[in-house]
């Protein structure tokens, strides 16, 4: 068997050490051959635009904030619902410092997010990710 390697992922954070952190642990596994990194919900729904408009497929997989300036992470899945559609869709992963109940449970609402793991995005998630929603070929 072999390693699935995506296509592309995009990380959707305000943090740069969030977004240094998961680049280099994607690198180092070298789960993809791409690596978009957008600083807001609004920066990525842009992104997912033009790659739409160019007939591009979505990122593969997307680790999202929830707290961010601009677009926050629930408006950024608000707004992905409508780009979204069968030839365009992603593995959402929410990753998050918060510890707010609300946010959790405002998440349940989404069925686009598959689950939601504690920033930082440890090699063992990851592991996890890919085994679950990227069988190997």
Not at 44 to 69: C, G, R, S, V
Not at 110 to 117: D, G, H, Q, S, W
Request: net charge negative; no cysteine; aromatic share 8%.
């Amino acid at each position: 068997m072999t390693r699935t390697v995506l296509n592309s992922v995009l990380l959707i954070d305000d943090d740069a050490i969030s977004n240094f952190l998961n680049t280099r642990l994607l690198k180092e596994m070298q789960v993809t051959r791409n690596i978009k990194v957008t600083l807001n919900g609004e920066e990525a729904l842009q992104f997912l635009q033009q790659e739409k408009a160019a007939n591009h497929p979505f990122p593969e997989l997307i680790l999202l904030d929830i707290n961010m300036p601009v677009m926050n992470g629930f408006e950024f899945l608000e707004a992905f619902r409508e780009v979204a559609d069968e030839n365009n869709h992603s593995v959402i992963i929410i990753l998050t410092t918060s510890t707010n109940t609300r946010d959790f449970e405002q998440l349940q609402r989404y069925a686009e997010v598959e689950i939601y793991l504690s920033k930082p995005l440890t090699e063992e998630n990851l592991q996890y990710i890919l085994y679950k929603h990227f069988p190997e070929d």
